[in-house]
């Protein structure tokens, strides 16, 4: 289980301290999710050894949230999942939060939360490991990448966030923005993110913001994350790298169908004694339309497309100047597939991915294998929640 | 021996707290004018005059808000995602659809940031439950604006 920093023990303490003082009852609420997937694949592994047929994509969460007053909740979730290589972590605490909301009106609210918080980018990054809440088994790779090594970082941040949500017209506004402070790298989040790197590797200070717009059955989102990483080895900077993520989202729902997109723009910019200065900008997005046939029935199909580099799509630069091969610079991913949720605590999903390019491949689930520019995958899941 | 004195009030206690409490929906009703059946929102007696727009009515239903503008404690109370009501419910008044409610209280569950809301199996038990729960909020089937609506003659 992840170690819970000082800071966060502290607002733990304070919010059982509150448990502890009331004379009446309090509201409360548990809840929990159960997932097991199956993952079949020709040409690469995705989460665990696929081309054999894997089990190895589970999820166990169980949450708690306690009203302390109407307007300061206390919430943590634990939570067990594995996926593949790209996620070993086992049991850890999820988020543990208090969040106290100082406004009401009638056109708008604001607050603000403390602890380990979800970090809300783009339209399903908060919720990524609970399959009910994501658009499919698998997120769209060119937003919500799995195989970089990277999705802890941005998962979730022991921070806070400042919220607020107003009503214009017929919009509803709401903004997020959130902290959180430098930190060292735990040792999971060092083998994921590629191993290799000697040194003592630090996250920079991180900040996000998220614009979203509600209107009609119209959701549009603006995120911003901004993330950095350096290394150090003795006192010696040996390198430093600063991400910049920009999502664009918009959604439709009708009383059918719904139409998602989402656009991805990553910029890096770093410099360090194994690679020199560099500079990219990465892109992606994706279309997917969900189809309600009844309540219960809904089939989705999804069209992703990922570029390493948005300035050589087609990775002919990169093959040029490296002598690597230039289909692991973007991927193609089409995809169908149908939700059945039978009852109210039932989910069952089935998907059938077609994959062009390499550039979403895990690099942890394919270690020591030549890997496969046209690749296919199924993936199967059953879920239950309460 | 005062059973029967008893329930008489409490069942002239229970008209007039419905009459009281019942509503808010003014204008909120079916647009459709003569349409068979409207929706109409419930909220408990301590909350009886509590002006609610759209706008806060939206938040309320999305468990964006926790408490009342007063600051006193919000208590939401929904019907099953398949009830036709809670259907008509999520259409009229909120200009939404089940399934996107659904989305949003995963999100504050699965968040930590809010709580899903109470779901009731009858109608009879929303009105029951909301009458009964300080700062309860809940919806009711009602006339459409050109019967004699029980909510609308007895709210104004």
């Known amino acids: 289980m992840s170690k819970i920093p000082k800071p966060l023990a502290g607002l733990l303490c304070c919010g059982l301290a509150l448990l502890a003082l009331p004379a009446r009852a309090l509201e409360y609420q548990v809840h929990g999710f159960a997932a097991q997937g199956f993952v079949l694949s020709e040409g690469n592994n995705l989460f665990g050894s696929s081309r054999d047929g894997s089990f190895d994509l589970y999820e166990l969460g169980l949450n708690g949230t306690v009203a302390f007053t109407p307007a300061l909740i206390g919430s943590a979730q634990v939570l067990y999942r594995d996926a593949g290589a790209t996620d070993d972590d086992g049991l850890r605490l999820d988020y543990a939060l208090l969040d106290w909301q100082f406004l009401t009106r009638t056109d708008g609210s604001a607050g603000i939360r403390l602890g380990r918080v979800k970090n809300p980018v783009g339209l399903y990054n908060e919720t990524r490991d609970v399959v009910f809440t994501r658009p499919g088994i698998l997120l769209p790779q060119s937003v919500y990448f799995d195989g970089a090594g990277i999705r802890g970082l941005l998962f979730s941040s022991d921070g806070g966030q400042l919220y607020g949500r107003r009503s214009l017209g017929e919009h509803e506004l709401s903004a997020t923005l959130g902290y ?67 999502i664009g989202s918009l959604r439709y729902s009708a ?18 004694v194994f690679t020199g200065p560099f500079r990219n900008s990465g892109d992606g997005g994706y279309i997917q339309l969900d189809y309600r046939l009844t309540p219960r029935w809904t089939p989705y199909a999804r069209l992703d497309a990922t570029y390493s580099d948005r300035n050589d799509r087609d990775g ?71 | ?35 068979a059946e409207a929706v ?85 038990e929303m009105r029951r439950r909301v009458l009964a729960t300080p700062g309860a909020i809940g919806y009711i089937s009602g006339r459409g604006p050109d019967g004699r609506g029980e909510i609308r003659e007895e709210t104004n």
Not at chain 1, 316 to 325: C, P
Not at chain 2, 2 to 27: K, M, P
Request: glycine share 10%; charged share 25%.
């Open chain 1, 316 to 386: 002919s630069r990169y093959e040029a100047l490296t002598g690597g091969h230039r289909h692991d610079r973007f991927a193609y991913d089409g995809t169908l597939g149908v939700r059945w949720l039978p009852d109210e605590h039932w989910g069952f999903w089935a998907e059938g991915h077609l994959i062009e390019g390499g550039a979403t491949i895990s690099g942890l689930d394919n270690a020591g294998r030549d890997t496969d520019d046209h690749w296919s995958a199924l993936l199967l899941t059953a879920a239950y929640r309460f």
């Open chain 1, 180 to 246: 959180a402070p430098g930190r060292e790298l735990r040792d999971e989040e060092r083998r994921v993110l590629g191993g290799g790197i000697p040194g003592d590797l630090e996250l920079k200070d991180f900040h996000f913001f998220r614009l979203q717009d509600e209107w009609g059955g119209w959701l549009a989102s603006l995120s911003y994350l901004q993330a950095g990483v350096t290394v150090e080895q003795g006192g010696n900077r040996l390198g430093e790298f600063d991400f910049d993520f920009w």
């Open chain 2, 40 to 124: 109409a929102v419930l909220v408990a007696p301590d909350h009886a005059g509590q002006p609610i727009n759209r706008a806060l009515l939206r938040s309320i239903f999305t468990m964006r808000v926790r408490q009342w503008p007063d600051g006193r404690p919000l208590r939401v109370f929904v019907l099953a995602d398949d009830h036709p009501l809670h259907d008509r419910f999520s259409r009229e008044l909120l200009g939404t659809y089940p399934y996107v409610l659904r989305n949003a209280w995963d999100r504050a569950v699965y968040t930590g940031t809010g709580l899903a809301p109470s779901v009731v199996s009858s109608e009879d």
């Open chain 2, 1 to 35: 021996m005062t059973t029967t004195c008893r329930s008489g009030t409490r069942a002239s206690q229970a008209r007039a707290w419905i009459a009281a409490c019942l509503l808010v929906c003014l204008g909120l009703c079916w647009p459709a004018a003569g349409s």
């Open chain 1, 255 to 272: 009383e059918r169908y719904s139409v998602t997109a989402e656009y991805l723009y990553l910029r890096s910019d770093g410099n360090s």
